[in-house]
Structures are given as structure tokens and as C-alpha cells.
């Protein structure tokens, strides 16, 4: 339940949504001040799915993959009965940890701090030194569970579960991006990023192409810019482009390219075989984690791994450029000069998408 004498002010202009032309972007107190940190976690990141790996890592029994969503530490295990669930990796006994390296295999989860055993299926099994102890059954101790569920071998839970459907958050991208697909692409790697900036930041810069030829001038020689449009679904949007004709650095001197946002802190990059994610984590208001898992058609011959690596190589630079710029965002948006700008219609719908989207989700929250 939400504690609303702790919530920050939010007025009931601030949640109104006008039109793209005459629209105000977001209070700059909702990347800054520290309370959006908690309003967020509560009402939109333990209440929408929530991306966390790939079935590859979790294919056989035993098989664990990890995350936090809103704050909370979460477990995806395979079980003896082939079954994938989800966990809080939280102990029963005094909150520690199950697991703590990712892509960890094992036949019970063991707790790290005194040992607690719970089978694959989450029940409490052995509780070492525990005899004496009165009125305690194990079966009232078992690991707290949280949905799961799995869209084109991509594996996300949602803590609260009562949210929108993942063929909602996903409807017609399949059909869109065809002949290409994301179901039969490979993982690669992971690799995580720390900005100092707040999570909104991150999605609204991703959300628009505006700033292409200002913080990336060399990607836009890879795209032909002309072709660069943004259009919204309900709960996605999507920016697509064509490659430019005589880019090769994607293996591929033609085609599109699509970069999909998901409500409300997923993306998916998708190129000529190849499919990289990005996962926005809030840390604290000021503060995120983007996770970047990198997915391929071939992952084995050598022709292939050179064009990875480049791939790899590349986006990381775009993602400096991208990092310098919204740090330096956080800093004018906590300045004392600003509250509220404009959009581009031409532009950035990409953004007012995502901004409408969070008015929402507060206004629903609020309401309840
Ligand atoms: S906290 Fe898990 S066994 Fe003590
Ligand atoms: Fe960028």
C-alpha cells in the first residue's frame, strides 16, 4: 500500500496530458528529487515486467539466473520437474542471500549465511541446528515467490503480477520486424554501465533520435538519417531506420534497423543477426544501472566473432557518448534554471510517449 504522506508533490496539472504540440515535458523534480525513487519502485517497477536473462541460462534443471527489480533481489531457477520459477533470493531465516554469482547450477539453493536448504521448487528442506525451536513448521518457511514469464526466450517477472500481459507489451513486434527474429538469437555477453544520472533520463534520451548528429555524429553515418522515424504503440514504441547503403559495419549493407522501447525500462536493438537489450535499473534518484545483454544469430565461427567483438566495441562507444551526455542532463535538470522544457514534434514522440505513459501510471497509483 502506498504511504502517500510520503510521496512527493505532485499536482493534478502535473498529470495532465496535453497534446504533443502544446505539451510541457515532465517536472525536473522527477529526476532529482529523492522520493520519485521510491514512488517509482513501488507503483511502476514491482508492478510491470521486468526483464531479467535468456532460457539458454536457465535451460536445465538446477539451472539459476539472477536480478533485482525494484529494489528486490530475485532468483529464476529450473526445477527437478523442468519448471521455471521465480524467487525472491531471500532467506527465510534472517534475509540472506541463496545465490550470489550469476549463471549458478545447483541441486537444492543452499543459503550463504547459516546454511538453510530449500529444494528447486522453493520448499524450506533442511534447517541445520533447529530442533529446539517451538512452533515452527518448515513448510510456513518456504521461498517467497514471483511470476514469471517468457516472451520469444526472453524470461521476465513482475512482482505484483496483476499488470498488462507480455502479448500486450509485445504485440505486433514479431510481425513488424520480420524476416528477422529474436527467438533463435544466441547470448553472447553481458555488460553493465553505472550512470549518475536518474533512470528517466536514460529512456528519454534513448527515446529520440534528435541528438544523433550532436553526441554521435559517427552513427549517423551508419544510418541513412532521412529514413530515421518514431512511431508509438500503446505500451512500445519504436524507432526505425534504414541502414546506410554502403555501411558494412553491421555485416550487412542494407536493411533495418529497429531500436523498441518497452514500458517501462526495456529496449531492444535489433540489426542484421543481431539483437542487443538494454535494461535501465534505478539505483537511487540520481543513480541507474543499464544492462546491456548482446544476442546473435552465429556466435561460433571466426568471420562472425571478429564482427561481434566490433559490434561490441562500437556500441560501447556510442554508450559513452550517450552516458557523458545524460550525466550532464542531471546536472542542468537539479539546476536551479530549470523545471520544464518543450518537445519536437517532429521528433521527440518518442519521448512525450514514455512521459504520458509514466503520467499514467502515477495518476493510477495516486488514485487508488
Ligand atoms: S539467513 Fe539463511 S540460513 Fe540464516
Ligand atoms: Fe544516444
Known amino acids: 500500500m502506498l504511504d502517500k504522506s510520503l510521496l512527493p508533490t505532485i499536482t493534478d496539472e502535473d498529470l495532465r496530458i496535453h497534446p504533443l504540440e502544446r505539451s510541457e515535458t515532465i517536472p525536473s523534480s522527477w529526476y532529482s528529487d529523492h522520493r520519485f525513487h521510491e514512488l517509482d519502485n513501488d507503483v511502476i517497477f514491482a508492478q510491470s515486467w521486468q526483464y531479467i536473462g535468456h532460457l539458454s541460462q536457465v535451460q ?26 521465480a524467487f525472491y533470493n531471500v532467506c527465510r531465516h534472517r534475509g540472506a542471500p541463496l545465490a550470489v554469482v550469476e549463471g549458478g547450477k545447483s541441486k537444492v539453493l543452499q543459503c550463504k549465511y547459516h546454511g538453510w536448504t530449500y529444494l528447486l521448487d ?61 527467438a533463435d538469437k544466441k547470448f553472447y555477453r553481458r555488460v553493465t554501465y553505472d550512470l549518475n544520472c536518474n533512470w528517466k533520463v536514460f529512456v528519454d534520451n534513448y527515446l529520440e533520435g534528435y541528438h544523433l548528429p550532436y553526441v554521435h555524429p559517427e552513427l549517423c553515418t551508419l544510418l541513412d538519417f532521412q529514413s530515421y522515424a518514431t512511431e508509438t504503440f500503446e505500451y ?50 540520481n543513480h541507474c544501472m543499464v544492462i546491456f545483454d548482446y544476442y546473435y544469430d552465429d556466435t561460433s565461427s571466426e568471420g562472425t566473432l571478429k564482427m561481434i567483438d566490433e559490434d561490441i566495441r562500437y556500441s560501447d562507444k556510442v554508450q559513452q557518448e550517450d552516458i557523458e551526455i545524460c550525466e550532464q542532463v542531471q546536472k542542468g535538470l537539479e539546476s536551479r534554471a530549470y523545471d520544464r522544457g518543450r518537445f519536437s514534434v517532429e521528433c521527440e514522440s518518442g519521448v512525450y510517449h514514455f512521459q504520458s505513459l509514466l503520467k499514467k501510471a502515477y495518476r493510477s497509483a495516486l488514485l487508488k
Open 60 to 85: 536445465n534443471p538446477g539451472d539459476q539466473c539472477m536480478g533485482s527489480v525494484a529494489g528486490n533481489p530475485i532468483i529464476v531457477v529450473r526445477g527437478q520437474d523442468n519448471k521455471l520459477r
Open 236 to 285: 512500445h514504441s519504436l524507432q526505425s531506420s534504414s541502414l546506410s547503403q554502403n555501411e558494412s559495419k553491421y555485416g550487412a549493407n542494407h536493411g533495418q534497423v529497429f531500436y523498441y522501447f518497452v514500458w517501462p525500462n526495456f529496449m531492444m536493438n535489433i540489426l542484421p543477426g543481431r539483437l542487443q537489450t538494454n535494461l535501465v535499473v534505478p539505483t537511487s534518484h
Open 122 to 182: 522453493g520448499s524450506l528442506r533442511g534447517t541445520p541446528k533447529f530442533n529446539r525451536v517451538d512452533l515452527f513448521d518448515r513448510k510456513d518457511y518456504g521461498l517467497v515467490s514471483t511470476h514469471l514469464d517468457t516472451w520469444e526466450g526472453l524470461v521476465f517477472v513482475n512482482l505484483e503480477g496483476d499488470g498488462l500481459s507480455s502479448s500486450t507489451l509485445f504485440k505486433g513486434i514479431i510481425d513488424r520486424i520480420a524476416p528477422m527474429t529474436i
